[in-house]
């Protein structure tokens, strides 16, 4: 079992950023793929990033390319979402996600809420 907390999110005014913290606790073996997903009001949750198990891959939603930089701290149990130049559709829940495979998340955290003011 993992158990998976977010923290970061916030109130921020349109082009402004904000920086998404997960924290993992149980079996936390740097085994899982992480990454992060948001569900806006009145919407399917959608994949936002995702990091590999060493952090050496990353993906993208194309929507957040080039803007959002997902990483990880394997020894601290850690995952980051910085989101940048952030845009009023970025309104949602974000949540932090583990996966042993990339079809499917097998853990997920329950989720900040990202507010962004035009």
């Known amino acids: 079992q993992v158990q998976l907390v977010e923290s970061g999110g916030g109130l921020v005014q349109a082009g402004g950023s904000l920086r998404l913290s997960c924290a993992a606790s149980?079996?936390?073996?740097?085994?899982?793929?992480m990454g992060w997903s948001r569900q806006a009001p009145g919407k399917e949750r959608e994949f936002v990033a995702r990091?590999?198990?060493?952090?050496?891959?990353?993906f993208y939603a194309a929507s957040v390319k080039g803007r959002f930089i997902i990483s990880r701290d394997n020894a601290k149990n850690t995952v980051n979402l910085q989101m940048n130049s952030l845009k009023p559709e970025n309104t949602a829940v974000y949540y932090c996600?583990?996966?042993?495979?990339?079809?499917?998340?097998?853990?997920w955290g329950q989720g900040t809420q990202v507010t962004v003011s035009s």
């Open positions: 149980g079996r936390t073996d740097s085994r899982y793929i």
């Open positions: 990091i590999s198990q060493s952090g050496g891959m990353t």
């Open positions: 996600e583990a996966s042993a495979s990339y079809a499917a998340s097998d853990y």
